[in-house]
T-cell receptor
Framework: DADVTQTPRNRITKTGKRIMLECSQT?????MYWYRQDPGLGLQLIYY???????NKGEISDGYSVSRQAQAKFSLSLESAIPNQTALYFC?????????????FGPGTRLTVL | GNSVTQMEGPVTLSEEAFLTINCTYT??????LFWYVQYPGEGLQLLLK?????DKGSNKGFEATYRKETTSFHLEKGSVQVSDSAVYFC????????????FGKGTRLHILP
């Protein structure tokens, strides 16, 4: 089984709808991240969490919110989806005990907002 | 601030050709450097890393050497295969454990049979 899982893998929704993307990990890592990937723009950090009670905004947090329900779970919500949020979304984890911040990625969620 | 610049793609090569993807960085302190690879339909996975100057990271025939004097970490492979077709991301993180990883914009590689 994959160490970092994301659900759903694909989602099509309409403008104005609220949706939630979920991420779970079995790696025992304390840090979790949400990224957005657009063609030609690389990855942009949306939110990150260094532990359950430590949540921080990334580069592009407007229009998004997150919840760290447990060390293993980190969900991303779009309160009112808009078409320019159509993108590929990745969850990642890392271990603060490591000497360097290697991140482990989930398989991604492809979101389309019509 | 910290940043990573890598060559724009797409890069198209024939099988068995030599590959170089350039990456340069700007960072305060002494960063660790990474190359991640993203195969079609998948998330990113770590390809190789180097944590100090003059270190050489290597994996699956790919190599990159941490060059502090030129602030570079170029990815090379002597003979590419069709299965190497993917998007490659250069990245850095400083040794401050609260620092986030900074990614380049990615370089798409196409290998023709």
């Amino acid at each position: 089984d994959a160490d970092v899982t994301q659900t759903p893998r694909n989602r099509i929704t309409k403008t104005g709808k609220r949706i939630m993307l979920e991420c779970s990990q079995t790696k025992g890592h304390d840090r979790m991240y949400w990224y957005r990937q657009d063609p030609g723009l690389g990855l942009q950090l949306i939110y990150y969490s260094f532990d359950v009670k430590d949540i921080n905004k990334g580069e592009i947090s407007d229009g998004y919110s997150v919840s760290r329900q447990a060390q293993a779970k980190f969900s991303l919500s779009l309160e009112s989806a808009i078409p320019n949020q159509t993108a590929l979304y990745f969850c990642a984890t890392s271990d603060s005990g490591r000497a360097y911040n290697e991140q482990f990625f989930g398989p991604g969620t492809r979101l389309t907002v019509l | 601030g910290n940043s990573v610049t890598q060559m724009e793609g797409p890069v198209t090569l024939s099988e068995e050709a030599f590959l170089t993807i350039n990456c340069t960085y700007t960072a305060t302190g002494y960063p660790s450097l990474f190359w991640y690879v993203q195969y079609p339909g998948e998330g990113l996975q770590l390809l190789l890393k180097a944590t100090k100057a003059d270190d050489k990271g290597s994996n699956k025939g790919f190599e990159a050497t941490y060059r502090k004097e030129t602030t570079s970490f170029h990815l090379e492979k002597g003979s590419v295969q069709v299965s190497d077709s993917a998007v490659y991301f250069c990245a850095l993180v400083t040794m401050n454990r609260d620092d986030k990883i900074i990614f380049g914009k990615g370089t798409r590689l196409h290998i023709l049979p």
